[in-house]
């Protein structure tokens, strides 16, 4: 679990680094590798401003394609903390790393940015090759428009 290091009246550097596991006490799946986090805690005056990195691995399935992919990620934050938090000038900041590894995923997890997914007609993965497959799809609901003739 990781705890800051507090210097008072001045900046502190940190560094962490390891599984999520070892990190949050959670298994996190979708990270490959250890997480490492790199930051430094300042005493403001009134509080402690925490701030840093945290720089992972994240292997996923394409939600266009279905394959499997992964990305190298970045994600940066700062925090303040009450100066009341802190225990034998230690800070605990596993809540805040955790919440911000979680909270900086994307919604939709791409191979690639112009991923092209699979046919809807026969699944073939579409950034391989065309399939071949006619990609006009009438819409059900005016699929009777069709037989609509005009005199």
Known sequence: MPKVQITRGG?????FSGTAEKLFGE?????EGDIKIVGEVEDVGR????????????IFICDRCLTQASENQVHEFEEEFD???AVDDLIDVTELLRDELL??????NLCKADCKGLCPKCGANLNEGEC???KFII?????????????
């Open 132 to 134: 071949g497959c006619d």
């Open 139 to 151: 819409d059900p609901r005016l699929a009777s428009l069709k037989d609509f003739k005009l005199d």
């Open 103 to 108: 909270a900086g995923q994307p919604l939709k």
């Open 47 to 58: 509080c402690f401003v925490i701030r840093g990195q945290i720089k992972c691995k994240k």
């Open 11 to 15: 900046k502190a550097p940190f560094e």
């Open 27 to 31: 298994d996190l799946d979708d990270f």
């Open 83 to 85: 100066k009341a938090e």
